[in-house]
């Protein structure tokens, strides 16, 4: 009998163990539950006043008024750059203007953003819908938004110091040096160009400077061999200047470009899309010819 009852002594407590371990499991149940339904309601469409159904990401902009885009703060003609008038006109504010319209709403410019990096980052950081500022593609940027469709291909150039570069050269040929660089590069700091001159030239020696103009300017003193950027600046920056000739080499690639895109927040995968879209029916789709002409 005393065994007996030890035995049915054991196995209540057995069943009393595995109960009290029982409830931390089930309890570990409910948390992906819980996210679950926070991920669906994230992503539950939206139903506007019209009776229109709209993804979370166009109704927080459709029912905000506006399409808030980041731009840097300088001008950068023919993409950005307020005119005589004071209006603000270019490639990159029509493209904004246009996808603005497509949605139904206005667009605002956001030029708080004093570096190209930080266009991205007011976009990541969720002040702004969009991000559209000369903006090429890159792997630190990549880190915090996501890429639109290109909407802009530039190739790659070189503003060469003719005295430097003969002296960085000697006999050999122009291919082979400029392939295998050792000498600085002026670049513009915080842009695209600085991770652009990391990866194309591994050899050299980069040196930032706040704006174009000081790279140029740098690039013609001989304070660096050469001046790197987008084929457009540097052919409309000699077409301004014909005097930069008698001292600067415009050097320009076939195998390297910079493609331009619009940035968009990680959680704004609807207006990505609708944004690619927007890209891919434009009727007049800018090139570096036609922009060069234009401006013309």
Same mark, same amino acid.
């Given at each position: 009998?005393?065994?007996? $009852?030890?035995?049915?002594?054991?196995?209540?407590?057995?069943? %009393? %163990?595995?109960?009290?371990?029982?409830?931390?499991?089930?309890?570990?149940?409910?948390?992906?539950?819980?996210?679950?339904?926070?991920?669906?309601?994230?992503? $539950?469409?939206?139903?506007?006043?019209?009776?229109?159904?709209? %993804?979370?990401?166009?109704?927080?902009?459709?029912?905000?008024?506006?399409?808030?885009?980041?731009?840097?703060?300088?001008?950068?003609?023919?993409?950005?750059?307020?005119?005589?008038?004071?209006?603000?006109?270019?490639?990159?504010?029509?493209?904004?203007?246009?996808?603005?319209?497509?949605?139904?709403?206005?667009?605002?410019?956001?030029?708080?953003?004093?570096?190209?990096?930080?266009?991205?980052?007011?976009?990541?950081?969720?002040?702004?819908?969009?991000?559209?500022?000369?903006? $090429?593609?890159?792997?630190?940027?990549?880190?915090?938004?996501?890429?639109?469709?290109?909407?802009?291909?530039?190739?790659?150039?070189?503003?060469?110091?003719?005295?430097?570069?003969?002296?960085?050269?000697?006999?050999?040929?122009?291919?082979?040096?400029?392939?295998?660089?050792?000498?600085?590069?002026?670049?513009?700091?915080?842009?695209?160009?600085?991770?652009?001159?990391?990866?194309?030239?591994?050899?050299?020696?980069?040196?930032?400077?706040?704006?174009?103009?000081?790279?140029?300017? $740098?690039?013609?003193?001989?304070?660096?061999?050469?001046?790197?950027?987008?084929?457009?600046?540097?052919?409309?920056?000699?077409?301004?200047?014909?005097?930069? %000739?008698?001292?600067?080499?415009?050097?320009?690639?076939?195998?390297?470009?910079?493609?331009?895109?619009?940035?968009?927040?990680?959680?704004?995968?609807?207006?990505?899309?609708?944004?690619?879209?927007?890209?891919?029916?434009?009727?007049?789709?800018?090139?570096?010819?036609?922009?060069?002409?234009?401006?013309?």
């Amino acid at each position: 009998m005393m065994r007996a $009852a030890l035995a049915a002594v054991a196995t209540v407590a057995t069943m %009393a %163990a595995m109960l009290c371990l029982a409830v931390p499991a089930a309890a570990q149940v409910k948390p992906p539950a819980v996210a679950a339904q926070a991920t669906e309601s994230r992503f $539950a469409m939206v139903q506007m006043a019209d009776g229109r159904l709209l %993804a979370p990401d166009i109704a927080r902009i459709v029912n905000h008024g506006e399409l808030v885009v980041s731009m840097l703060s300088s001008d950068n003609p023919p993409f950005f750059s307020v005119n005589k008038k004071g209006e603000l006109v270019g490639t990159d504010v029509d493209l904004a203007k246009l996808i603005a319209k497509e949605l139904g709403v206005p667009v605002r410019f956001d030029r708080s953003a004093k570096t190209f990096d930080a266009v991205a980052e007011v976009v990541a950081a969720g002040q702004a819908d969009l991000g559209i500022s000369r903006l $090429a593609r890159t792997l630190k940027r990549g880190q915090m938004v996501h890429f639109s469709s290109t909407y802009m291909r530039l190739g790659h150039a070189l503003l060469i110091n003719r005295i430097r570069f003969a002296e960085l050269a000697g006999d050999r040929p122009l291919a082979q040096v400029v392939r295998n660089f050792t000498g600085t590069i002026g670049v513009i700091a915080n842009s695209s160009w600085v991770e652009f001159g990391r990866r194309n030239f591994p050899n050299a020696q980069l040196v930032a400077f706040p704006t174009w103009a000081e790279v140029v300017n $740098a690039a013609k003193t001989g304070q660096v061999v050469a001046a790197y950027r987008d084929e457009m600046e540097v052919l409309q920056y000699v077409n301004n200047d014909p005097s930069l %000739a008698l001292t600067l080499r415009t050097v320009t690639f076939n195998d390297l470009e910079s493609p331009l895109s619009a940035m968009v927040g990680v959680r704004d995968l609807t207006l990505l899309s609708f944004v690619n879209e927007v890209i891919a029916q434009r009727a007049d789709k800018p090139t570096v010819s036609s922009v060069l002409k234009s401006i013309k």
